[in-house]
């Protein structure tokens, strides 16, 4: 086992990473930015280290800085975090260069499925269904002709990257030069990699994700799946496990296969594969994202395992101690993701300083945040504030105690999107398991947005 891990990333998720550390015995070292100097994460690790000013791109993306940061801090690993390089195969080759272990799949796996297009094709072959998709294209003219093949409505992709970038719905034939160079330009600036595919649309699809870990030894285990369909222009707001309206049957199908696929690409430690859902529950592949979700709580909650902890463990070369079989999937879990923007305001990004923060408490009830009152929040990074995670014995329990609980919490000094959470809690298409991707856009006068 480590004696001592960087975390590469910052906020919520590196102290997530360092109280998993503690609980192991490992000491932790937090890369931090000049603008993070005063964060919770940086108090709380064993050792920290400047990689930068404040801009992500000469701090927590500066792969010399934080390699070194590593080697002279007398780290074994290095732990990415989310977001920033955590899905970067050349990161990940780096580190395995100079005999740090990179605690995530191998540069070889990320690089085959952080390329969407050449996801599909391996997680085909592997036998998961597609929709009808194309390669990569980069000129206006082999797109069209594609879409003509596909027809409309069709959705256009970044063929790299994440987040939501450059996903587009094209209703008809007139929109799709202008929504085609717009989401070009957009992946171009995002991803300096101009690359886009066309994918069938399925309208009022449900997104749902299958969590999985696979370690060294040939062993691997699916810990159920997540309902991902709440979402806002492609970035998700709240998630859920298990999915409403998902029989128990179809989730220990498709848990089963992704195990199978990922393991035929010699793919390791914990990843997750996202599927849209049609009306009649038939699921086809969408992408996999090769590192810890912002939204693993509630799969921990449900099954009681540390991801954190069995990410770690992967990577020191133990065989997973869980068996598919010994598999608990218990209640229901949420998780609100409370973000610095103001909702009213087409959900517009804020800074400022927290003046006073309350999270709420009570059984079931679990926040993931680096807050705490007057802390400033900076400029340059993702406006995720805090994730409210709770946990009941079925869904409308743990509807009721997200609601409770959002109620409780207290964030003064800028606008939150606690308030665009409470009505989204209480609205009917909610309560009845009937979100899908698109709800929110199509909701947005009653959800006041």
Not at 266 to 281: C, P, R, S
Not at 322 to 344: P, S, V, Y
Not at 405 to 424: K, S, Y
Request: charged share 25%; glycine share 8%; with cysteine.
């Amino acid at each position: 086992m480590f004696r001592k891990i960087l975390i590469a990333n910052r906020g919520e998720i590196a102290l997530r990473v360092i109280r998993a550390c503690r609980e192991m015995g490992i000491r932790t070292i937090i890369a931090h930015s000049e603008a993070d100097r005063d964060s919770l994460p940086v108090r709380m690790a064993d050792e920290h280290i400047c990689i930068g000013p404040g801009p992500s791109g000469k701090s927590y993306l500066n792969i010399p800085n934080i390699i070194s940061a590593a080697l002279i801090s007398g780290a074994e690993a290095i732990h990415p975090g989310y977001g920033f390089l955590s899905e970067n195969p050349s990161f990940a080759q780096i580190c395995a260069d100079v005999n740090l272990t990179f605690i995530g799949p191998s540069a070889t796996a990320m690089a085959i499925m952080g390329d969407k297009v050449s996801a599909r094709e391996a997680m085909a072959a592997a036998g998961l269904p597609m929709l009808p998709g194309t390669r990569v294209l980069r000129t206006l003219a082999e797109a069209r002709e594609a879409a003509r093949e596909i027809g409309f409505p069709l959705m256009l992709k970044a063929a790299a990257g994440g987040g939501g970038r450059g996903i587009r719905l094209v209703n008809s034939p007139e929109e799709f030069e202008r929504v085609f160079t717009l989401a070009q330009n957009e992946v171009r600036e995002a991803f300096s990699d101009d690359g886009l595919y066309l994918e069938r649309y399925l309208p009022r699809a449900r997104h749902i994700e299958i969590q999985v870990l696979v370690d060294h030894h040939g062993n691997g285990v699916h810990l159920g799946e997540r309902n991902c369909s709440c979402q806002r222009r492609n970035q998700k707001v709240l998630e859920e496990s298990p999915s409403p309206l998902l029989p128990p049957e179809l989730r220990q199908e498709i848990g089963m296969k992704a195990i199978r696929a990922v393991q035929q690409i010699g793919y390791t430690n914990a990843g997750t594969l996202e599927f849209l859902l049609d009306d009649e529950n038939r699921y086809y592949f969408m992408e996999m994202n090769t590192r810890l979700q912002v939204e693993h709580p509630v799969t921990e909650m449900v099954t009681s395992v540390d991801l954190v902890k069995e990410q770690i463990r992967i990577a020191a070369g133990e065989p997973l101690q869980l068996k598919q079989e010994n598999i608990q999937f218990r209640g229901h879990a949420i998780e609100c993701r409370i973000t610095a923007e103001d909702a009213e305001a087409d959900f517009r990004p804020q800074t400022g300083v927290v003046e006073k923060y309350l999270p709420p408490g009570g059984p079931g009830v679990r926040v993931d945040s680096h807050l705490y009152a007057g802390y400033s929040v900076p400029p340059h990074y993702d406006s995720l504030l805090a994730k409210l995670i709770v946990w009941a014995e079925d869904r409308d329990a743990a509807i009721a105690r997200m609601q409770r609980a959002l109620d409780e919490f207290v964030i003064e000094g800028l606008p939150t999107t606690i308030p665009f959470h409470q009505r989204l809690l209480r609205h009917q298409v909610f309560i009845r398991g009937e979100a899908y991707t698109r709800f929110l856009q199509e909701e947005a006068a009653s959800l006041g947005i």
